[in-house]
T-cell receptor, first 116, second 107 residues
Framework: NAGVTQTPKFQVLKTGQSMTLQCAQD?????MSWYRQDPGMGLRLIHY???????DQGEVPNGYNVSRSTTEDFPLRLLSAAPSQTSVYFC???????????????FGDGTRLSIL | GIQVEQSPPDLILQEGANSTLRCNFS?????LQWFHQNPWGQLINLFY???GTKQNGRLSATTVATERYSLLYISSSQTTDSGVYFC?????????FGQGTRLTINP
């Protein structure tokens, strides 16, 4: 049971490049989400999905796109990378949204992204 | 939206000491979790505790939902307890994180 798998673990991009951060879970979780973590700060929600075909914006969605074509996968796309997007990105999943009872979030190990 | 505040922001202790970390939140919640981010950056789920008390080894947590706070206790600290501790609460289908408490345990 792999849990939540994020790839790549590290990536360096040049300003203006695009890329996709991959997230996959094998727990049949309906709810998936992406966060970014910047130095000295907690995690901030970028986008989330309550099920296949349904996505919504979080606190800091600008510059990012998501799609949810399957239950297992929730990729995060950077359209045109900017230095302000240098951060550590975490993907998380749970059976239901955080407002549901007894829905602990399971996190991937993160992707460390640097934009030059 | 819901606000989450953690204190203290930093805590430095000697091995063997006990510690208490606090999480205050601004509204009633159905979901409160404590996480440990280890020095390698991994987020480990410690407790799911919207109310009451739970214990897991040297760690325990108490949430008083009516007074909107939660406490994380670490007893007999070890160097492996070092890292950042986050609490997170739910707000409208989203988890809202506090800014964390950085705990350093010196040998």
């Amino acid at each position: 049971n792999a849990g939540v798998t994020q790839t790549p673990k590290f990536q360096v991009l040049k300003t203006g490049q695009s890329m996709t951060l991959q997230c996959a879970q094998d727990m049949n979780h309906e709810y998936m989400s992406w966060y970014r973590q910047d130095p000295g700060m907690g995690l901030r929600l970028i986008h989330y999905s309550v099920g296949a075909g349904i996505t919504d914006q979080g606190e800091v969605p600008n510059g990012y796109n998501v799609s949810r074509s399957t239950t297992e996968d929730f990729p995060l796309r950077l359209l045109s990378a900017a230095p302000s997007q240098t951060s550590v990105y975490f993907c998380a999943s749970s059976y239901g949204p955080p407002g549901s009872r007894n829905q602990p979030q399971h996190f991937g190990d993160g992707t460390r992204l640097s934009i030059l | 939206g819901i606000q989450v505040e953690q204190s203290p922001p930093d805590l430095i202790l000697q091995e063997g000491a006990n510690s208490t970390l606090r999480c205050n939140f601004s509204d009633s919640v159905n979901n409160l979790q404590w996480f440990h981010q280890n020095p390698w950056g991994q987020l480990i789920n410690l407790f799911y505790i919207p109310s009451g008390t739970k214990q897991n080894g040297r760690l325990s947590a108490t949430t008083v939902a009516t007074e909107r706070y939660s406490l994380l206790y670490i007893s007999s600290s070890q160097t492996t307890d070092s890292g950042v501790y986050f609490c997170a609460v739910e707000g409208a289908q989203k988890l809202v994180f506090g800014q964390g408490t950085r705990l350093t345990i010196n040998p």
